[in-house]
């Protein structure tokens, strides 16, 4: 194996690569290296913890074609503090020589036949979306993902195709505690059945990485794996095996108080309140007046203090009252677009439907605290 490419490009691509083997819990010791690949025109850098693999390929001058596994903390760190200059690398007896022009490294490495062969997946089924699209979803959604693994269809996202013909997509994310709900735009999708897969939060946070640019990912789908393709770059992982929850029966239909409130001064409001809120309990009140359009925001701690807002809305309906966690509350605000929200409560013992005047494509789904 001998190569030579910009000092840039090979440390943007251990950069795509190197998080998913830091996060690495395994003993296997092969699993802490990048298996590096020269061919044709390019260098291909290849991680994976065997349930999730990221390859990426960079522009490459190749003298001698070969392949090589070396341990990523050790090249990413080394090569993110050379300067942007041409370097050279060359394989002998298993250790890679790299070549600046002020330094020369030597780092051993391991064979690549003991690197697990990462899957390939043969499918019709795909679909095509924007890249800022999909990132903007995620960023709306892994936040209410679980990050624990006892339930563990609750650790991933769940992707449900429920009308393909309309080029959609739902992705819904939940703890339990809450519930979001955002539906996109797809560019192209290849099949025509209904379908719901359930994809691992960390792949998604992974997928979330790697986009940098606007673009376009391809994303294709087999029995139980997914891979995503951006620019140079795929990402092939598991789909979780379980049954998602019927979170629609969730939702309610009938809304006995319907509130219009501008989000900024009622995100402001919440986060002064939270101030006040027993520590581990996280409980905000809210009181909605009906008759004179108002919110009152209270609070309780008898070791801080108390605190007590009013705030002006729009309500139609009934007089309500319901006990929200204020970063719950804070998380869904912040994440919902435009200036008014409206809140739709049945009452303290249902799941409230928080959603943006301006865009009904999101549903943030909050469980109240039950008042002892």
């Not at 003991?114 to 499918?123: A, G, H, L, V």
């Not at 095509?128 to 709306?140: C, G, P, Y």
């Not at 139609?316 to 869904?332: A, P, Q, S």
Request: with cysteine; aromatic share 6%.
């Amino acid at each position: 194996m001998k190569f030579s490419c910009l000092q840039e490009n090979i440390s943007q691509g251990l950069n795509i690569c190197s998080h998913l083997v830091s996060s690495n819990r395994v003993s296997l010791p092969i699993l802490n290296n990048i298996l590096l690949t020269t061919q044709k025109g390019y260098l291909k850098l290849s991680v994976t913890n065997l349930e999730t693999a990221i390859e990426t390929k960079i522009r490459a001058k190749i003298e001698k074609e070969g392949q090589i596994t070396i341990p990523s903390q050790i090249l990413n760190n080394y090569i993110e503090l050379l300067p942007n200059e041409v370097l050279n690398f060359e394989l002998i007896k298993k250790e890679l020589i790299i070549k600046s022009k002020k330094q020369t490294a030597k780092i051993k490495g391991i064979s690549a036949e003991e690197f697990p062969i990462i899957p390939q997946i043969e499918t019709k089924e795909k679909f095509t979306i924007n890249s800022d699209i999909l990132k903007n979803v995620l960023e709306k959604t892994l936040f209410a993902i679980s990050s624990s693994e006892i339930r563990i269809e609750l650790s991933g996202a769940l992707f449900s195709f429920n009308d393909p013909d309309l080029n959609k997509l739902s992705i819904v994310g939940t703890d339990s505690y809450r519930l979001t709900e955002k539906q996109v735009d797809l560019k192209k999708i290849s099949f025509k059945n209904n379908k719901k897969i359930i994809i691992p939060i960390k792949t998604l946070q992974e997928v979330l990485r790697i986009i940098k640019n606007k673009d376009e990912v391809e994303i294709c789908l087999s029995e139980n794996q997914i891979l995503f393709i951006y620019q140079n770059t795929e990402l092939i992982s598991r789909i979780i095996d379980g049954e998602y929850p019927d979170y629609k029966q969730t939702i309610p239909e009938i809304i006995k108080t319907n509130v219009i409130v501008k989000k900024d001064e009622f995100l402001r409001i919440i986060k002064t309140t939270g101030f006040f809120t027993k520590i581990g309990i996280n409980d905000v009140s809210l009181k909605f007046i009906s008759k004179e359009n108002k919110i009152i925001i209270s609070s309780l701690n008898n070791q801080i203090g108390e605190i007590k807002a009013t705030i002006s809305a729009d309500i139609k309906g009934e007089n309500n009252e319901i006990i929200f966690n204020y970063r719950y509350l804070i998380d869904g605000l912040t994440n919902l677009p435009g200036d008014e929200i409206k809140v739709e409560i049945v009452n303290d013992d249902t799941p409230a439907v928080i959603r943006s005047v301006s865009d009904k494509s999101y549903l943030y789904l909050i469980m109240p605290i039950k008042n002892n």
